[in-house]
């Protein structure tokens, strides 16, 4: 072989050269696919040289003879395709000219020129150009190149015209005939025999030593193809597989077709027809390169090799991929590697390039609908953008497309190019171009990722939006370890914990899980059918309880329904899982968030376990309080999360995931998030102040946990805190069958809230006591204290809940509330005091000699333990539970039938007690459903009721039942098990008429106008029905024709007046005109009520809820605040990751080929 | 390991501190008893008058007075109106009350088909309402004299005495004042126990209508009953007329007064003095046999007989005893003692007349009888007893002139009934009036009384002899709290 590279000796020298018929001739299908490589280039000792050659500096013409160049893998694939591709197609003789464009490029720049000087098949000329560098890249071309075969290109004009410059220095460098120096300037010898090529070459690309030989082999086997590209790898990771092959997708995306870091095993070698090749590598043929014009100059630095390729298509050219070329590439100015003035924001440069380029080839007639398309995609994609808090990202979408919208003469410029050297149209490359289908799979396959938060969309982002959640390693059982899998849960702690647990629930609320009916009993209301009517419950501003109601909803109902979405929309199954499988899901919950505190398996599934056993807890399950269970579960991750918040490394996104968790908390419990409130306050003047002098930084994400729950729940929250009597009470019905009057303080000490559904006083004795032991570890003080301030507040909390009677807003009396959360969080502090003490204490004790510390602690230790077993055993053999599963209405089905037709009439449900008190309640269609308990409208509404039906079950003959008619009270059910004196009594008030009575059950229908609505005038009352005829909604209330009549009349609504109705009347021309609210005199004065006009007029009745929609709007827009904040931030991660900065290069590797 | 002794003493130090002050500061939950109890005077009455009894010669006079006096009754009356009405609702002037103290009369005399009547008060002139029906038919088929108050509208009635063996006729009778028809279960029990009479069950009042069963269709042949009239839809009016022939000669009809419902302690009061069987009949409707301890309230006190002082009752059966032979021909009251609740009433024969008397349950306050004849040959019997207590009454009359609109009441005696015995009062009538009410009322801090009238009236004929217990007047009713209470929603 030659020494000298830059001769063209081995061409010449190819023994089928001369043997080649026309290229031309060969269609493309039978040309061989591999190219045959020289087998002179296998010698080991060149790899040496390499090395050698990285520590002097590069200079060319080299004298190195680096023809001879050996790759392992490179000798194998060459060794199978040897023997099987033909031999058919003739070499032609090449002449090569490179040009390598620099610009501010010195990192990367030593390896490309030394792997250029390396080449196997050396490049006939090579020209640098510099486009404005500041740094070393010029003189690094000038010493490498020679000054004469460097030119300058000015700084902003674009990679086109760099590469333009050096054409024209080549070309001028041709005609003044051969220049001095080491190598002839390349001119062919002749135009006829010799095809010229322009080889393109960034400052960050360097090519394999083989490249350019294994382009021209590709081109030799492939005569029509004209532009020619290599594969390209990563620069880091050298098998990294960046391209090989691109096209456009119909956004402007551009389409490698591959994985994210797919590795190069040759899964996508094979020489073939693509829509574009990177510039970074393109090999041209020099007459298309002429006949194009170039690159596009209004394409400075993206897109115009795909731009150029697509125009070669057009001009009836044949763009390849020749995957044995290898190239590296550093991809630095997509990634902001530079410090590059070209493209500051390389993703708004991208995207307006490709915008550009797609505009530029659209047809006339479609370009403005490529355009419509254009913007509603950036629209949806800066949107996204902002989901993923990467504002940056979605700025630069938005004025891509605007900067073109500003500048169309750019777009002009570049269709009058593609006019000029191109005939055919855009679409003959249709076919390289990715298919509709491909590009629905692939957004599927990325919305797919992003909602499973596994696959190759995002599989570097941990989208755990609660950074607090069960997600990732947390959950270890669902670990996927195909070998012994079952094996491993049966013995994971967590698996069994889980088992037993839903064991021991189950047999616990055995009589409650089949039959019919729903779930009820206590404080709980039967659940609607579906989530949607929880849900219209949560949405509405006026509420069907009693004679009508604008309470404000409680959020948890919102909980609820999340849960009943998750269970197909079933709200009966949401609130059964929420509160029999209340246990499990409280200690699943304790097990995993103690992983940090707790690292001991064995004493975190006590710990967990004795949680979910609190008394509290089977009191909450037995009693039906749905807000102590969903406390309970949400209470550990909360206080984890901001455990974490506090620490000097948490976060502002974990706060707001923090706010979202104790926005759960607050919503079953405001007395909890008091107690969170005021233990915040301390932690927080604590860190601050304290000895570990946290940054103030640490007051304002605890302040963004515990407040924003405030701002996202308003305007319940403002409901809560001008009705404080809510902070002591809890969601659900808080009647006093459900609490013990008889309990004494130091049983909430012992953890015992009282209610049905106790166990024991003295089985949480052990907790109790462990816990306060633990306060003797002076080095475990730092965790434990923390908790016992917790559990102080919390037992403070308890005894103000003890000693406080209240009347919860919309009840009459006073009840006294149940200090279960107060007992759950006590207990929740002494457990993890325990449990956090109780670690390492063996090891301790092992070797030391006999103290009376050591008996105590097995006392202690075998109290503790017993605990959460005998209450398992106690709640397993059966609680007294006041929960059944009944039908959801308590009405006869007549009854509840006639209740939703269009009359909708109401039914009054009463009940004797033991001192003689007739409880009652006024039932709307079938009855009361969840919600309803916190609905209610103010005890106001009840004290004007109450007399009423005072009176009638006194038998007394009054006007009462004509006003519980003006009620639209229809029935009267009198509920089984009352003293039947009331039925006798009941008997013989008049205006009440028995229907019937079974199984003790009694009832009456009350004569008289019974619908509740009617008009009132003085001939008496003529029925109305309502619009919402079966539903519970106001929107419109009474929407219908009015009977005919003159005179003062009124139209009574039978809804409790308020300033939100509104009523309006369409005339016989369509007009519309609002009736003033008019005063009704007598029974009926507690009514909304409208005048009616003469004739017989239509009106529409509403519930004005416009307040409510707004404030469901600020609480849409905060609770999307608080996700984007608490998502994942938009992870931007390159495929090809920096190893070190700067971006040196392993330079052997470079040329060796292998990875670092 | 180095123990930090000062927080644990710390901590159980404040958890102790805690708990003493949250026992001394803990509130006594308001017990359920605290619940006021309101009085208040009712606002409506509605008393239903039973058909009149036998036969076209029977002349029949429905009164019905205002008692005044009354908490919740209003001087003039305004805001409140009274009187008696036929169903569907007839009205005359003069069977309108105007004020307190104002008495009405319907009087139909050779009519066989008089329409149920109902006496009706409202707003403040709904207290003190009473009502009676009268029928005296002397000399024709029907020789008797009957009355009877008129009760209450209600679901459930209790009879205790009528019979169906030969030529004896008990015929109930249902009226409904309501519009829509009302549902009826009539249970009769026997000395055997409950009667299968599927007859009796599910019987249709009409609205505003009446409905006559007669006792021999549904349980032929049997001596001595007890019938249980249940309303399962609606309300009614009940009312008992029984007749009983011997050959062609009337041995006597009259009314069968409501006995008290179910109790353990109940008083049997008006049994006459004189001659004649007094047959009280006992009942004792449940599951359990009963046993029954009979004792003798009389002028001069308490005293169990000697003979028949314990009877036994099986379940569901009627038992009938004669007391003559241990009431010595005197006034008396019986006190009636069981384990389990029983029904009682008692047939009383004077002569060729019968009378009944029924259980009644001792009250305090007003109780009253209307429409009590004047007439030369009458003679009017108030029979008061004490059985608890001592009892201190005011005995005063109405008298009804037509064409009056108020009645002063005249003649108050104040009688006092020592504890355990029972006054034998003879009303003296006032004179120059068509009939008079008869108001007996406990005075404040009196004992519990129970009262029944015997009339007499001589005839050419034979006496003729009637009464019936007074049930306590309703004046007032005991409000109770009401609170409402989501929970009463849930099963």
Redesign the interface.
């Given at each position: 072989m030659t020494d000298d590279p830059w001769r063209d000796e081995d061409v010449r020298d190819d023994p089928w050269h001369d043997e080649a018929g026309p290229a031309d001739d060969f269609p493309a299908e039978d040309l061989p696919n591999e190219g045959f490589p020289n087998p002179d280039v296998f010698d080991a000792e060149s790899a040496s040289d390499a090395v050698r050659a990285a520590d002097e500096p590069v200079v060319l013409p080299s004298s190195l003879g680096t023809d001879e160049q050996i790759t392992e893998w490179f000798s194998v694939e060459d060794g199978l395709s040897r023997d099987d591709g033909p031999e058919a197609l003739p070499r032609r003789r090449h002449h090569v000219t490179t040009i390598v464009v620099a610009h501010e490029g010195d990192v990367w720049l030593p390896a490309v020129l030394t792997t250029l000087a390396h080449q196997t098949r050396p490049t006939d000329d090579v020209i640098g150009v510099d486009a404005g560098s500041h740094d070393g890249s010029l003189a690094l071309l000038r010493d490498s190149l020679g000054e004469d075969r460097v030119v300058n290109s000015p700084e902003n004009a674009g990679f086109g015209a760099g590469v333009a410059a050096g054409v024209a220095l080549h070309d001028a460098r041709v005609q003044q005939g051969g220049m001095g120096g080491a190598g002839d300037p390349g001119a062919p010898t002749s135009a006829d025999d010799v095809v010229s090529w322009v080889w393109l070459l960034h400052d960050d690309s360097a090519p394999d030593v083989t490249c350019l030989s294994d382009l021209l082999t590709t081109a030799d086997d492939h005569p029509s193809a004209t532009v020619l590209g290599p594969k390209i790898l990563g620069w880091h990771d050298r098998r990294l597989l960046l391209e090989a092959g691109v096209t456009i997708s119909g956004s402007g995306r551009r389409v490698t077709g591959l994985e994210r870091r797919e590795h190069d095993q040759g899964q996508h070698d094979g020489a073939r027809d693509v829509m574009a090749v990177s510039s970074a590598g393109m090999l041209v043929r020099r007459d298309v390169w002429d006949r194009l014009e170039g690159f596009d100059p209004t394409l400075p630095l993206f897109r115009d090799d795909l731009d150029f390729c697509w125009r070669a298509h057009r001009a009836d050219e044949r763009v390849f991929v020749a995957t044995d070329a290898v190239i590296h590439h550093r991809e630095a100015s997509a990634h902001g590697r530079r410090a590059d003035d070209l493209a500051p924001r390389p993703h708004r440069a991208d995207r307006e390039a490709a915008v550009h380029v797609l505009l530029a080839h659209a047809a006339t007639w479609a370009a403005p609908f490529v355009a419509l398309r254009l913007i509603v995609g950036s629209l949806a994609r800066a949107l996204v953008y902002l989901l993923g808090k990467d504002v940056v990202a979605a700025r630069d979408e938005v004025s891509a497309v605007l900067a073109l919208a500003l500048h169309p003469s750019k777009v002009r410029s570049s269709r009058d190019l593609i006019r000029r050297t191109t005939t055919l149209p855009a679409s003959v490359a249709r076919h390289l171009r990715p298919s509709v289908r491909s590009q629905v799979r692939q957004v599927l396959e990325m919305v797919g990722g992003i909602a499973t938060t596994s696959g190759s969309a995002s599989d570097q982002a941990s989208v755990s939006g609660l950074d607090s959640g069960p997600v990732g390693e947390d959950v270890d059982f669902l670990a996927d370890d195909s070998s012994g899998l079952v094996r491993r849960l049966l013995t994971a702690p967590s698996f069994l914990l889980t088992v037993l647990l839903v064991v021991i629930a189950v047999i616990g609320t055995r009589g409650l899980w089949l039959g019919e009916g729903v779930l009820?009993?206590g404080a709980l209301?039967?659940a609607p059918p579906g989530a949607g009517d929880l849900w219209q419950t949560y949405l509405s501003a006026w509420h069907d309880v009693?004679p009508g109601s604008t309470t404000p909803a409680p959020p948890y109902l919102a909980v609820v329904t999340a849960v009943a979405v998750l269970l197909l929309g079933k709200a009966p199954t949401a609130v059964t899982v929420i509160l029999l499988l209340g246990i499990p899901l409280a200690g699943i919950a304790a097990y995993v968030t103690m992983r940090g505190l707790v690292p001991q398996k064995g004493i975190r599934f006590w710990a967990a376990a004795a949680y979910a056993l609190l008394p509290a807890m089977t009191g909450a399950v037995a009693s039906g309080r749905i807000g102590t269970t969903i406390l309970a579960i949400a209470l550990p991750f909360a206080l984890r999360s901001l455990v974490r918040i506090s620490a000097e490394r948490g976060t502002y996104r974990r706060a707001a995931g923090t706010a979202l968790l104790v926005a759960i908390v607050m919503s079953v419990s405001p007395g909890v998030w008091l107690l969170l409130v005021v233990g915040g306050v301390v932690a927080g003047g604590w860190l601050v102040l304290g000895p570990t002098r946290r940054r103030r930084a640490v007051l304002g994400r605890l302040a963004i946990g515990l407040l924003a729950p405030v701002v996202l729940l308003l305007p319940w929250s403002g409901y809560v805190l001008t009705h404080p009597s809510l902070i002591l009470l809890e969601p659900g019905?808080n009647?006093?069958?459900i609490t013990d009057?008889g309990l004494?303080?130091?049983h909430?000490?012992l953890l015992h809230p009282g209610g049905p559904g106790m166990t024991p006083v003295w089985i949480s004795v052990g907790i109790v006591v462990a816990g306060?032991?633990a306060?003797?570890?002076?080095?475990r003080?730092h965790i434990t204290?923390g908790f016992?301030v917790l559990g102080?507040l919390a037992?403070?909390f308890g005894?103000l809940q003890?000693?406080?009677?209240v009347t919860p807003p919309g009840?009459?009396?006073?009840v006294?509330p149940w200090p279960g959360q107060a007992t759950l969080v006590l207990g929740l502090a002494l457990i993890a005091m325990a449990a956090v003490a109780v670690q390492g204490l063996r090891d301790?004790f092992v070797g030391t000699s006999f103290t009376l510390?050591q008996p105590v602690a097995l006392l202690v230790a075998v109290g503790a333990l017993l605990a959460p077993v005998l209450t398992a055993g106690w709640y397993a053999t059966g609680l007294s539970t006041v929960m059944?599963k009944?039908?959801a209405s308590?009405l006869p089905a007549f009854v509840a039938a006639d209740s939703l037709s269009a009359q909708a009439p109401r039914s009054l449900?009463?009940?004797?007690?033991?001192?003689?008190?007739?409880?009652?309640?006024?039932?709307n269609g079938e009855?009361?459903h969840l919600g309803?308990?916190e609905t209610?409208p103010p005890a106001e509404v009840?004290e004007t009721?109450?007399?009423y039906?005072?009176?009638m079950?006194?038998?007394?003959?009054?006007?009462?039942v004509e006003a519980l008619a003006g009620y639209g009270v229809r029935y009267v059910v009198m509920?089984e098990g009352n003293s039947t004196d009331l039925?006798?009594t009941l008997?013989?008030e008049?205006g009440l008429?028995?229907?019937?009575?079974s199984d003790g059950e009694v009832l009456w229908r009350v004569?008289g106008v019974t619908t509740r609505a009617r008009v009132a005038s003085a001939s008496g009352p003529a029925p109305v029905g309502i619009a919402a005829e079966g539903t519970r909604t106001a929107d419109p209330y009474i929407s219908q024709i009015l009977p005919e009549g003159t005179g003062e009349r009124a139209l009574v609504a039978g809804v409790t007046a308020d300033a939100g109705w509104r009523s309006d009347v369409v005339d016989a021309e369509g007009g519309v005109r609002s009736l003033p609210a008019a005063t009704v005199s007598g029974l009926l004065d507690w009514s909304q009520a409208f005048p009616v006009p003469n004739g017989a007029p239509l009106v529409e009745v509403t519930y004005d809820g416009s307040a409510r929609d707004r404030w469901l709007v600020l609480q849409l827009i905060t609770l999307l605040v608080l996700v984007v904040m608490a998502l994942p931030e938009r992870v931007r991660s390159e495929a090809d990751e920096d190893v070190d900065r700067p971006d040196a290069i392993d330079v052997d590797a470079a040329i060796v080929g292998e990875a670092p | 390991?180095?123990?930090?002794?000062r927080?644990?003493i710390g901590?159980?130090g404040?958890?102790v501190v805690?708990?003493g002050?949250?026992?001394l500061?803990?509130?006594a939950?308001?017990?359920?008893?605290?619940?006021a109890?309101?009085v208040?005077?009712?606002?409506?009455?509605?008393l239903l008058c039973p058909e009149p009894g036998a036969s076209s010669d029977l002349g029949v006079r429905v009164t019905a007075a205002v008692v005044p006096g009354l908490p919740g009754q209003n001087a003039e009356g305004d805001d409140g109106s009274a009187g008696l009405r036929t169903l569907p609702g007839k009205e005359s002037a003069q069977s309108r009350i105007r004020v307190p103290g104002g008495q009405a009369e319907i009087e139909a005399f050779g009519s066989t088909a008089l329409p149920p009547i109902e006496a009706y008060g409202?707003g403040s002139l709904?207290p003190g309402l009473v009502a009676a029906q009268w029928g005296r038919d002397p000399g024709g088929a029907g020789r008797s004299l009957a009355s009877t108050d008129c009760a209450?509208?209600?679901?459930?009635f209790w009879f205790v005495g009528g019979g169906a063996i030969a030529g004896r006729r008990t015929q109930i009778v249902l009226v409904n004042p309501?519009?829509?028809a009302a549902i009826v279960d009539l249970i009769i029990r026997g000395p055997d126990g409950i009667i299968d009479a599927p007859a009796g069950r599910g019987l249709v009042v009409p609205g505003q209508d009446r409905l006559v069963v007669r006792l021999d269709v549904l349980a032929p042949g049997v001596p001595a009953t007890a019938v249980q009239v249940l309303?399962?839809?609606?309300?009614v009016g009940a009312a008992v007329d029984d007749e009983q022939r011997s050959g062609l000669t009337n041995v006597g009809s009259d009314w069968i007064p409501q006995a008290a419902p179910p109790s353990r302690t109940v008083y049997v009061p008006g049994v006459i003095n004189g001659d004649g069987a007094r047959v009280l009949s006992v009942t004792a409707p449940g599951d359990d046999d009963a046993v029954v301890d009979i004792e003798i309230i009389a002028e001069d006190g308490t005293y169990a007989p000697a003979e028949r002082s314990r009877i036994e009752v099986s379940a569901d059966s009627v038992v009938a005893i004669d007391m003559s032979p241990v009431l010595n021909r005197e006034p008396a009251t019986l006190k009636l003692t069981s384990d389990v609740p029983i029904v009682a009433g008692m047939r009383q024969f004077f002569g060729n007349e019968t009378s009944f008397t029924a259980g009644a349950l001792p009250f305090t306050g007003a109780a009253a009888a209307s429409g009590l004849p004047v007439r030369t040959a009458t003679e009017v019997r108030v029979a008061i007893a004490a059985p608890e207590e001592e009892a201190t009454v005011e005995l005063s009359l109405l008298p009804y002139k037509r064409g009056r609109e108020a009645a002063e009441p005249t003649g108050v005696r104040t009688i006092t009934i020592p504890a355990g015995t029972l006054k034998w009062v003879r009303i003296s009538p006032p004179t120059g009036v068509d009939w008079y009410t008869a108001v007996v009322a406990t005075q404040e801090g009196s004992g519990p009384i129970v009262v029944a009238h015997r009339l007499k009236e001589k005839s050419r004929f034979g006496d003729l002899v009637t009464g019936y217990p007074w049930p306590p007047l309703r004046t007032e009713?005991?409000?109770?709290?009401?609170?409402?209470?989501?929970?009463?929603?849930?099963?």
């Open positions: 009820q009993g209301f039967p009693g019905l009647g006093g069958a009057p004494a303080p130091w909430v000490l306060l032991l306060l003797l570890r002076r080095d003080l204290g016992a102080a037992l403070a005894y003890l000693i406080l009677l009840a009459t009396s006073e006294r301790r510390g059944t009944a039908p308590p449900i009463i009940a004797s007690d033991a001192a003689g008190r007739v409880r009652y309640s006024l039932l009855g009361p309803d308990a209610g009840w009721l109450d007399p039906v005072s009176a079950v006194s038998g007394r003959g009054g006007d009462e509920a039925v006798s008997d013989a008049p008429r028995r229907l019937s009575s004569s | 390991m180095r123990l930090s002794y927080w644990l901590a159980i404040v958890a805690a708990t002050a949250a026992t500061l803990q509130q939950q308001p017990t359920l008893t605290d619940a109890v309101q208040e005077p009712i606002g409506s009455a509605v409202e709904a209450v509208a209600s679901s459930e309501d519009e829509n309303a399962r839809t609606g309300r009713v005991v409000i109770p709290t009401s609170v409402q209470d989501p929970a009463v929603a849930m099963r």
